[in-house]
């Protein structure tokens, strides 16, 4: 049988940004799978902070080039790559000149977050996916790691859930900090939809979505749950399991139990 393909969307993934738990995870995880003998994609934002000479990061033309439409407004979706040293790891980046270039990650250079972390989140998620539909490449489980990938859960089981590229994948997110302040704002309910995804499926979320929202909406669109930290939000954890979503614990040698874990979401058809 076939290994399984796993497309990883990460927010942070070392070298190119520095050392967090999430940034260290969104380098080790993929290499570790693919390691195992699948085949793997995987997926950054091109955070203005990134050093596109010292990471060798170079435009992928054949991809770039599609605007996608969020709030009314045309943002050019660009497509770059770069290799992990010392791996056979390869990441795309997306970027864009009004939510990444010379812009931090979540917050400016004063510590405030930014007023469109939301739309932020909602381009790198469809930026993925077209990509992704690009690439002609099927996989059989995307792994979600970061508040940036919280929408890519609502986006597959909605707007994308027809197309043969994600028709029968499985969503995995990562739970990692116990909170953030953040908050998205009013307008972010509105700013989400695309195709199926419609506002009213978030009727049921606070108006003034912040990060436990997200969370919340990423959980009842994923598949599984993965505690990727000791300590996680507590609400969000709760909430995981009242919703009778598988949850997989923490583990700190992790490839062997993650690879369980798709493999429990994701079953090989019989023979």
């Known amino acids: 049988m ?3 393909k796993i497309l990883f969307i990460n927010q942070e993934i070392v070298p190119f940004v520095p050392d967090t738990d999430l940034s260290l995870m969104g380098k080790s995880l993929p290499q570790a799978i693919q390691e195992k003998g699948y085949e793997i994609r995987t997926f950054m934002p091109k955070w203005g902070t990134i050093n596109e000479r010292r990471g060798q990061l170079h435009e992928v033309i054949r991809l770039s080039g599609m605007n996608l439409i969020i709030n009314d407004t045309d943002h050019p979706l660009i497509i770059k790559v770069a290799s992990i040293p010392n791996t056979r790891v390869q990441v795309y980046f997306i970027d864009n000149d009004d939510y990444f270039t010379k812009r931090q990650m979540a917050t400016n250079e004063a510590g405030e977050d930014y007023p469109d972390n939301g739309e932020r989140a909602i381009f790198f998620a469809r930026g993925v996916l077209e990509t992704v539909k690009k690439l002609r490449w099927v996989p059989d489980v995307i792994h979600c790691q970061g508040w940036m990938a919280g929408v890519v ?6 707007a994308y ?8 994948t499985k969503v995995v997110t990562s739970l990692f900090t116990k909170n953030l302040k953040m908050d998205f704002g009013t307008a972010f309910k509105k700013s989400v939809e695309f195709r199926d995804a419609k506002a ?4 049921g979320y606070n108006d003034d979505f912040n990060f436990e929202e997200l969370g919340k909406m990423a959980i009842d669109y994923s598949d599984g ?3 990727a930290n000791k300590e996680v939000n507590k609400n969000l954890l709760k909430y995981a399991k009242d919703k009778n979503v598988p949850v997989l614990p923490y583990h700190e040698d992790f490839a062997d139990a993650y690879e369980a874990f798709y493999d429990q979401l ?3 058809p019989e023979e």
Do not use: R
Not at 153 to 158: A, F, R
Not at 161 to 168: R, Y
Not at 200 to 203: I, S
């Open 2 to 4: 076939a290994k399984k």
């Open 153 to 158: 859960p609502l986006y597959i089981k909605t």
């Open 161 to 168: 859930h027809d197309e043969p590229s994600f028709a029968n």
């Open 200 to 203: 009213e499926l978030l009727a």
């Open 225 to 227: 749950i993965v505690l």
């Open 266 to 268: 994701c079953p090989d």
